[in-house]
């Protein structure tokens, strides 16, 4: 694996699934090996890709281990991505690339700079479909994580009803993450002020786990959340 001969795109599918199923380290490698290949071949949209799924494997280790090298490495990543999304002029990936950069700066509590990478990823962003919905209520989250609680938790919401909307247009497996991490958001959110809604908001993104047996990361932060919750 890894040769001039070999798909990027297959590798980087590969090395998601290892993500997803929570190989975190394993998934590195290939997501290395799908970023050489992509090099060797000037597949720089593939190239961007890799850079992204790394960086959201070092997104997941660094929650598991608070290991702040990940941290800072999963946020480079992401810089690098945009700059090569820049230079090559692939502007049908900057929202993408604007959507990880705030993700990122999530990581280091930093909600400013992820509310306003959010939001230029919203602003580039073409289509109406479900990955919208899904930016939309990230930007909730830093909003509400900046202090905004209600305009955050009604921008999450908006996200919510995006997602529903477009619900079975979109690949089983991604809508059931981006709803079910909604959901958790709402659930987490709302536990301080309306304990009831945020029971019923842990039980839809409960029903969605257990409904998908691929979703091995999100059941982890289920149960995560659930401990947090009844504690």
Known sequence: MGDSSSSPDDLIQT?????????????????????TVSVRQKNYPALIHALHGK???????FLNSQDLQFRQL?????????????DHHLTSLLSLCYFRLGEMHL???DYPAAIVHYRRSLKLFGPENAAKGNI??????????????????????????????????TDTFQINV????????LAKFLASTDSRQAKKYLSQAQ?????????????????????????
Not at 210 to 227: A, G, H, K, N
Request: hydrophobic share 40%.
């Open 136 to 169: 939309t209520y990230h930007l909730g989250e830093a909003i509400f994580l900046s202090g905004d609680k209600d305009t955050g938790i009604n921008t999450v919401l908006d996200g919510l009803k995006i997602l529903k909307q477009y619900r079975h247009s």
């Open 55 to 61: 960086a959201l494997s070092c997104k997941h280790l």
């Open 74 to 86: 999963a946020l480079s990543l992401c810089q690098s991505a945009l700059k090569i999304c820049q």
């Open 207 to 231: 029903k969605i786990v257990d409904s998908d047996p691929r979703l091995v990361i999100r059941c982890r932060q289920l149960q995560s959340l659930s401990s947090f919750l009844k504690s």
């Open 178 to 185: 981006w709803l079910s991490g909604c959901y958790l958001k």
């Open 107 to 109: 990581l280091f509590a």
């Open 15 to 35: 090395a998601t699934a290892f993500r997803e199923n929570d190989r975190l380290t394993e998934s590195l490698d290939l997501f290395d090996q799908a970023a």
